[in-house]
Structures are given as C-alpha cells and as structure tokens.
C-alpha cells in the first residue's frame, strides 16, 4: 500500500497494490497493523457503512460534533469526486477542502479523520461506496456544511442537471453558521 499526503494534514489517500491476471484482480482493502505503520493512525474501526447512489447524486457535507468519527471511504463500483472540509478551528488549514476521484477502477481509498465534514458526488451511471468508522453513527449528534457554500467554494464536477440532494442537505449550514471542532 502506498500513502499519499493530501493538502490537508491528516488527510490521506491510500493506493493498494492490486495483483491482477486474467482471471481478475486481488488485493487488500485493509490490514489494521499495516495501516497503522504507514499512516500512523491506530484506528479502531466500529461500523462499516455501504450505500449506492445514482448519477448526480451528492451526499454530504456531513459530520458529528460529538462522537466525532474517522473514516475510511471508497467506491465500490462506479466512480465519486470525494470531498473533506477540514473543520478544525485551531488548523492552519480551517474552512480549505480536497476532493479527488475514488472509483472501482482506481481502487484508492481517503482516510478521513475527526474533524472533518465529508461528502461525495456520483460522477458515474451508478456508484457503490463504502465507509468504515471509528465511532458509531449519532444522529443527535450530526451536522452539515452546505455543499455550496461560496466562503468554502468546493469545485465539484460540472453535471447536465442539478445535483440531487437530500432535505436534510438541502437545508445544511453554511459554514459562517456552524458548529465546528476546537
């Protein structure tokens, strides 16, 4: 597995090594111990979520204030543009985002770690994505940063339509407005 650093400390993306052949392709998705010697990290991962989306779907910008969790995120099947919004009030890199391409194709999966609101926009006909986290999901405890909040200008992917967004994104706060970590 190889490690890259991203803009935004603590964020990383992690590319397997894929052993492939006609028959098809294999690899490790995760290994807590090798994990923990290249990034650092001593993640203890407590739920797996899995959801599949259409195209133009956008889901985000989420986050809990309490229980905050870390994450480990790819697609499946299908491709994402995948963002974090650092909202650590003491980083240097406070209200900044990083988005990239994660897909089935690329393999590559993003360590998100508390502190950050995250989110995606299905990029292909259909994609499956995958999360793992480090703390269980509070929804007394969620949050949302407006996908489009121009004081954090997110450059998502240019879609024919409008993306499609829940109610409860719809309505999420700007990040002027929010409540962020310490």
């Known amino acids: 597995m190889k490690v890259i650093a991203t803009p935004l400390e603590g964020v990383l993306l992690l590319e397997p090594k894929v052993f ?3 028959r098809g392709f294999f690899f490790e998705s995760y290994n807590s111990r ?10 203890q991962f407590v739920q797996d979520n899995h959801s599949r989306s259409l195209q133009g779907v956008l889901r985000g910008m989420h986050y809990q204030i309490q229980q ?9 099947s299908g491709s994402v543009f995948d963002v974090v919004v650092d909202l650590r009030k003491s980083s240097k890199t406070f209200g900044q985002w ?4 994660l897909s089935a194709e690329n393999k590559l999966q993003m360590w998100i770690p508390p502190g950050f609101a995250h989110g995606f926009m299905v990029t292909s006909a259909a994609a499956e994505f995958l999360y793992k986290t480090t703390d269980y999901w509070a929804p007394e405890h969620e949050r949302s940063i407006l996908w489009n909040d121009p004081a954090i200008g997110i450059e998502w992917p240019t879609l024919a339509t409008a993306p499609l ?5 719809q309505a999420a706060a700007l990040l002027a407005d929010a409540e962020v970590f310490a």
């Open 98 to 101: 990083f988005g990239t391409e």
């Open 165 to 169: 967004l829940s109610g409860k994104d």
């Open 68 to 76: 905050a969790q870390g994450k480990l995120v790819r697609a499946t």
């Open 20 to 22: 492939g052949d006609e």
């Open 34 to 43: 090798r994990f923990a010697e290249l990034t650092g990290v001593h993640a």
